[in-house]
């Protein structure tokens, strides 16, 4: 039987890859952590019955948020929990994400809980064994509701997604009945998917806001325009943390983002790129914030795990068009490439570049080097045979130039040829 761990979560189509019975033994499998869970799901299809295969297995004391996004299930997981979502992938896809002491698991502890599973005997599931009309706890999601700030006059883009089962929470909301299918709006707010939005916030002058298929990540758009994750990142600490604060960012937000934060008295560090490794990082170095590209936002006093609702509510309360003119600052072009079935010596790569005398150097995740004129982040995918190559510059001829720059690199640091 197939089921897939990923690096940040479980994941794989119905039937296919993810099935009750292995649900079931998974349950069994997090008994090691904890004998107490919270459990919730998004409105994909067959989570009802994923859930109560998972539940029929954890033998423990099991309080069940129904319809929830990541966010608010991690907010009351102070032992452990299960959001059950596949997030922004396809909707064929199903998925779970563990979650303990109010975040999700790191990768060492996944690896664990996937060595833990496969201990178990799978066996066939009667239908009898099944938990049926799970009884739900309505005052987990009071709880994690209290603890949001108010939010300001804005547009909220639920995309159909799991934020829908709190939408009379927003001032007004958009693709607010629940899409198992997304077939009105994808769960991943990328530009194409915010056209609605663009136009809402266009027409009436004010702020808008996007999520994911279950609320963790969150876009921006300050009258009909998307602002950039890392100036948003800026924003939030340069209106919302004290001066000093230690901030996370992962390494490839924009190199003029972290020296904004620098100059303006926070404490910036690097991280590796992914969700997950920005926050073992914040919570390494107890910082009060993270963010990573893609649009997670931690704010670490409110719980260590990225939550698109309680940072859109935060900023929502910005005035329109301060969002966009705060972003004018960042001026930088960006460029990306990526060379496929290839494999790079990292360790010979970081000497090459380190003999150019770049004026920072990060390789914590491949190499990212500052020279005058731009700079350019190297880095392997995490889930393809394929080396990704971004360039930051003050215009497009100097950003073409570091893209050749940073390929030459990499030619001469090729395994195998």
């Known amino acids: 039987?197939?089921?897939?761990?990923?690096?940040?979560?479980?994941?794989?189509?119905?039937?296919?890859?993810?099935?009750?019975?292995?649900?079931?033994?998974?349950?069994?499998?997090l008994e090691k952590f904890s004998k107490t869970l919270v459990a919730g799901m998004d409105y994909r299809k067959n989570n009802p019955r994923l859930l109560a295969s998972l539940l029929s297995g954890f033998e423990g004391e099991a309080q069940v948020m129904g319809?929830?996004?990541?966010?608010?299930?991690?907010?009351?997981?102070?032992?452990?929990?299960?959001?059950?979502?596949a997030s922004h992938n396809p909707?064929?896809?199903?998925?779970?994400?563990?979650?303990?002491?109010?975040?999700?698991?790191?990768?060492?502890?996944?690896?664990?809980?996937?060595?833990?599973?496969?201990?178990?005997?799978?066996?066939?599931?009667?239908?009898?064994?099944?938990?049926?009309?799970?009884s739900e706890n309505p005052e987990l999601l009071t709880h994690y509701l209290d603890s949001l700030p108010e939010f300001g006059k804005a547009v909220f883009?639920?995309?159909?997604?799991?934020?829908?089962?709190?939408?009379?929470?927003?001032?007004?909301?958009?693709?607010?009945?629940?899409?198992?299918?997304?077939?009105r709006h994808?769960?991943?707010?990328?530009?194409?998917?915010?056209?609605?939005?663009?136009?809402?916030t266009r027409k009436n002058v004010c702020l808008g806001?996007?999520?994911?298929?279950?609320?963790?990540?969150?876009?921006?758009?300050?009258?009909?325009?998307?602002?950039?994750?890392?100036?948003?990142a800026a924003f939030y600490a340069s209106n919302h943390l004290a001066k000093g604060s230690t901030v996370v960012v992962t390494l490839d937000v924009q190199d003029e983002v972290f020296v904004f934060l620098q100059d303006n008295g926070f404490k910036p560090h690097y991280s590796a790129v992914g969700d997950v490794f920005v926050l073992k990082k914040a919570e390494e170095l107890g910082a009060d914030f993270a963010a990573e590209k893609g649009g997670h936002y931690s704010m670490m006093k409110h719980?260590?795990?990225?939550?698109?609702?309680?940072?859109?509510?935060?900023?929502?309360?910005?005035?329109?068009?301060?969002?966009?003119?705060?972003?004018?600052?960042?001026?930088?072009v960006f460029l990306s490439d990526k060379i496929e079935n290839v494999a790079v010596d990292f360790t010979k790569l970081k000497q090459l570049v380190e003999s150019k005398a770049p004026l920072r150097i990060e390789t914590i995740d491949g190499v990212k080097a500052s020279f005058d004129d731009y700079t350019f982040l190297i880095r392997a995918s995490n889930t393809?045979?394929?080396?990704?190559?971004?360039?930051?510059?003050?215009d497009r001829q100097k950003g073409l130039q570091g893209l050749e720059f940073a390929k030459e690199f990499v030619s001469k640091c090729l395994i195998g040829r």
């Open 1 to 29: 039987m197939l089921f897939l761990f990923r690096t940040y979560d479980i994941r794989g189509i119905y039937s296919k890859d993810l099935t009750p019975q292995a649900f079931l033994v998974l349950g069994k499998a």
């Open 67 to 85: 319809f929830a996004p990541t966010p608010a299930i991690a907010f009351n997981s102070v032992e452990l929990g299960v959001s059950l979502t």
């Open 91 to 134: 909707p064929e896809y199903n998925g779970l994400k563990p979650l303990k002491h109010k975040r999700s698991f790191f990768v060492e502890e996944l690896a664990e809980l996937k060595k833990e599973y496969e201990k178990r005997k799978i066996e066939l599931v009667k239908p009898s064994l099944i938990r049926e009309n799970l």
């Open 157 to 183: 883009d639920l995309a159909g997604g799991a934020v829908c089962s709190f939408k009379q929470v927003f001032p007004k909301a958009i693709f607010d009945l629940p899409d198992p299918t997304f077939v």
């Open 186 to 200: 994808s769960a991943e707010p990328t530009p194409d998917a915010l056209g609605v939005l663009l136009s809402e």
């Open 209 to 232: 806001f996007a999520f994911d298929g279950d609320g963790d990540r969150c876009a921006a758009v300050d009258s009909g325009k998307i602002v950039d994750s890392g100036a948003l």
């Open 303 to 332: 719980m260590p795990y990225s939550d698109g609702v309680y940072f859109s509510a935060l900023l929502s309360r910005a005035k329109p068009g301060e969002l966009n003119d705060f972003a004018k600052q960042f001026k930088s």
């Open 384 to 394: 393809q045979p394929l080396v990704r190559i971004s360039v930051e510059a003050r």
